[in-house]
């Protein structure tokens, strides 16, 4: 494809990191974050930070030599061929999109519950978490156009808000009594910071969606790797200021009680009620915009594997001329937003893509000599994930004993469902060339 044929500049492709990132994760998570972390939740959000950056070093080198609309899914299979492993992980890669999707739809039914009362609190939820979801695949079904253009307006909204509350916030930071929640004696153990971190690393998953555009990016060699770096760094930085204003601007106990929805309740010492309402509506409209472009990442990430004969082929088949993975998504993140809690579904999705950045990182190490990487760095990002997710897991099992045996579950069931599947789907291969 010649430059000229290219629609993505670098403005554009740091607008896909940075709205993958700050699509409704730190919406959804910061007052989980805070519960886990305490005043050393800016740290947590630096470690996950790292990771993520590290990570992001290994996504530049393989998408400059793989640039495809399959992303992560080319990559692994890359690494590992067309195996039982890169076929479940690539399974896990869907499931953790689903999961993702949960997040958000949990996040905007507990936003537009304070907004608008309809019965009480738990119906409420339910209500608008499942009507967002129906009105995110309609939406989906109606046109892929209207799905990028909520995306580009929403990107421009709900910075300017968050840039906003960081500025007000900043400034009623003086005088604050709670100001010292964030001196080191009011920090959580080592241990504990990372957990937290990694509990909520579904907040910097979205730079992975800088790939999937990546053969319509202009100028790919200098604009893909600053792409990742520059929009991974701002979100560290601006999830760091995030979290100081809101530690720094109510007690923990008042964090605890808003727990779901913390981000509105921060802006109310500064702007009072004016506030909350206005950070309620822009999670609202980010969390909308979430779920929208995120439930066509995960059909196209469905048709991808199954056309990689990693799950039926039948998932390629359309339905009201989208791919069946559209309806399948929509279905399941019905059923998982309506059936889990907030942090079992942040365990389960960090867990998963933190095993599928685990991946991709050694890939690139495997490969390093092929796409001119440093292989120490791809270890270390390799090493580091891995270690996080185990953290993640043996810290969860005490206190979120659901969420970890999700996560278990869902990462046994995707590498047993790829067993089968290519065990049949060989077998069936193989009568029909004996057949011949």
Known sequence: MSNSNKTIGLKEAISIGIGGMVGGGIFAVLGLAVSLAKGGTPIAFLIAGIIALLTSYSYVKLTKKFPDRG????FINEGFGKTIFSGSINNLLWVS????LSLYASAFGSYAQNLLPLVNKTIDFHIYASAIIILATAINYYSIKVVSKIESYSVIIKLIILLGFVGVGIYGLEGNPHLEQLQITNWETPLQLLTGGMVIFLAYEGFELIANAAPDIKDPDKNISKAYFYSVIFVILL???????????LSFETIKKAEEYVLAEAAKPVLGQVGFTVITIAAMISTFSA????LYGGSRVSYEIAE??????SLTDSFWNHPIGLLITAILNLILTNTLNLESISTAGSIGFLLIFATVNFVGFKLSNKINGSK???????????IASITLITQQFKDNLIGVVISVSIIASCLLGEFIYKT????????????R
């Open 97 to 100: 999109y689903i999961i993702m």
């Open 239 to 249: 999830y760091i200021i995030i979290a100081i204003v809101t530690v720094g601007s």
């Open 424 to 435: 049949y789907f060989d077998h069936q291969n193989s009568k029909k060339v004996n057949n």
């Open 71 to 74: 992303g992560t899914v080319r």
């Open 291 to 294: 779920i929208n472009a995120s």
């Open 308 to 313: 990689d004969d990693e799950l039926p082929h």
């Open 376 to 386: 120490f760095i791809h270890i270390i990002g390799f090493l580091f994930c891995l």
